[in-house]
């Protein structure tokens, strides 16, 4: 059974650091650092880890931000599963765990960014967790090399969970949740993650459009409040959205 606690000890950070280069292949300069895993510890931070016996098999970690008019808020900067645990709901469980400890302490709304191509997260993020989102960033962290980017530009979405919300609490529980009506929808193609390794450049035109449309609807007041799936394609959902 795995189990999820915080973390406190510099040789669980030390073990968060290179599960960094296992999950992900980043080079040495592109990983979080020891010191700010201590950092977040001691500032108002969540540091979580999952452990199967002694081994560390996933971490989580987040920073204190503030909003405008002096809104604490958490940023879950990086979540990252072994491959071996990964479709296991160990992911949702650290999500869940983060919820948690962050309603513990009054804490409104988590945010992180995540990758628009990728559609398996795209749909945990929006329909298991009950995230919006209504921000895009073009190439938010330059070229990277982790394999999983492929050379592409890190465009990202920015999740908004806002935790004590009833859509959250009805996704966290499994249950249906209100999403309003339907005004403009964006396709991307299930075969993307293939296409990023065989055709970089399709895969960067399709990357593009998809930008733009988020633009042009977030630029009109749009928020992505769901997400469906088939065989052939991931669909963002996009309506109105009243702000807690």
Not at 84 to 105: F, I, P
Not at 144 to 156: A, E, I, K, V, Y
Not at 185 to 212: F, H, T, W, Y
Request: glycine share 10%.
């Amino acid at each position: 059974m795995v189990e999820i606690r915080k973390l406190g000890k510099h040789a669980e950070f030390a073990e968060a650091v290179r599960l960094q280069q296992e999950i992900w292949g980043f080079a040495d300069i592109e990983l979080l650092p020891l010191r700010l895993f201590v950092v977040a510890d001691k500032i108002g931070g969540q540091v979580l880890g999952a452990f199967d016996g002694a081994r560390m098999v996933a971490f989580c970690l987040a920073i204190p931000g503030l909003k405008p008019g002096g809104k604490y808020y958490l940023h879950s900067h990086m979540l990252g599963v072994l491959p071996a645990y990964r479709n296991s709901g160990l992911g949702r469980q650290m999500k869940l765990k983060q919820r948690d400890e962050a309603t513990v302490r009054g804490i409104e709304l988590i945010e992180w960014t995540f990758d628009p191509l990728e559609l398996k997260n795209a749909y945990f993020n929006i329909e298991r967790l009950g995230a919006i989102v209504r921000r895009f960033v073009h190439n938010q962290y330059g070229t990277t090399s982790s394999h999983l980017h492929t050379g592409l530009p890190t465009d990202r979405c920015t999740a908004e969970w806002w935790i004590q919300s009833p859509r959250v609490e009805a996704a966290c529980a499994g249950q249906p949740f209100e999403r309003g009506a339907i005004v403009e929808r964006i396709e991307i193609p299930a075969g993307i993650a293939d296409l990023r390794r065989s055709d970089p450049a399709k895969a960067r035109d399709i990357q593009a459009g998809v930008a733009m449309k988020f633009d042009n609807y977030f630029a009109d007041g749009l928020v992505v409040v769901g997400f469906e799936k088939n065989e052939a394609v991931g669909i963002y959902l996009l309506g109105q959205w009243e702000s807690n």
